[in-house]
């Protein structure tokens, strides 16, 4: 009895989600903006990978409005913690972007986001090891503020 109610709940949400009309931000929404130009400042390797993110996107053919940005961008690596002999334990890398973004044939910014990330890994014996886990996090936390950062300035465009 408890196994059909369940089964009937789950069939009942998914037929009101699917007729709803909702559809998720990334699937239905093409970005309305291009990045047609940059400035970076900062880490500039995190720089070109997270410009590569926010400029390899689906485009609304439509109403393109191509957008100048300004990136700062800083990486900052701490140890979290250590142990007894002193050697480092644990690592913490933060990720830090300020954007101003401003329309191609404008000079007056009209979006200026902070975003920032961190996330913490092991120290390994192994250098390699150590290099991988740091490239990977520092991939995770691009594609996640890539997607952020194109949320909300869809958002700001869509308002105007």
């Known amino acids: 009895m408890k196994l059909l109610k369940i089964i009937t709940i789950s069939f009942t949400f998914l037929l009101l989600v699917n ?4 559809t998720p931000i990334f699937v239905s929404n093409a970005a ?3 990045i047609e130009s940059s400035n970076v400042a900062g880490d500039a390797d995190i720089g070109n990978k997270f410009l590569k993110k ?7 053919s439509l109403n393109i409005k191509k957008i100048h940005t300004d990136l700062t ?3 900052i690596k ?3 913690m250590k142990n007894t002999k002193g050697e480092a334990q644990t690592y913490k890398i933060e990720i830090e972007i300020n954007i101003k973004s401003r329309f191609v044939d404008k000079n007056i910014f009209f979006s200026k986001e902070f975003l920032s990330a961190s996330m913490t890994y092991d120290h390994n014996v192994l250098e390699s090891v150590n290099l991988i886990s740091e490239k990977k996090i520092i991939d995770d936390m691009i594609n996640m503020l890539s997607q952020k950062f194109i ?3 869809n958002l700001i465009l869509n308002k105007k």
């Not at 007729?19 to 909702?22: I, K, R």
């Not at 926010?54 to 609304?60: A, E, G, M």
Request: glycine share 4%; charged share 20%; proline share 0%.
């Open 151 to 153: 949320v909300r300035l």
């Open 19 to 22: 007729n709803c009309g909702y």
């Open 32 to 34: 309305s903006f291009k």
């Open 54 to 60: 926010i400029t390899n996107i689906k485009l609304d």
């Open 78 to 80: 701490t140890i979290t």
């Open 73 to 75: 961008i800083n990486k």
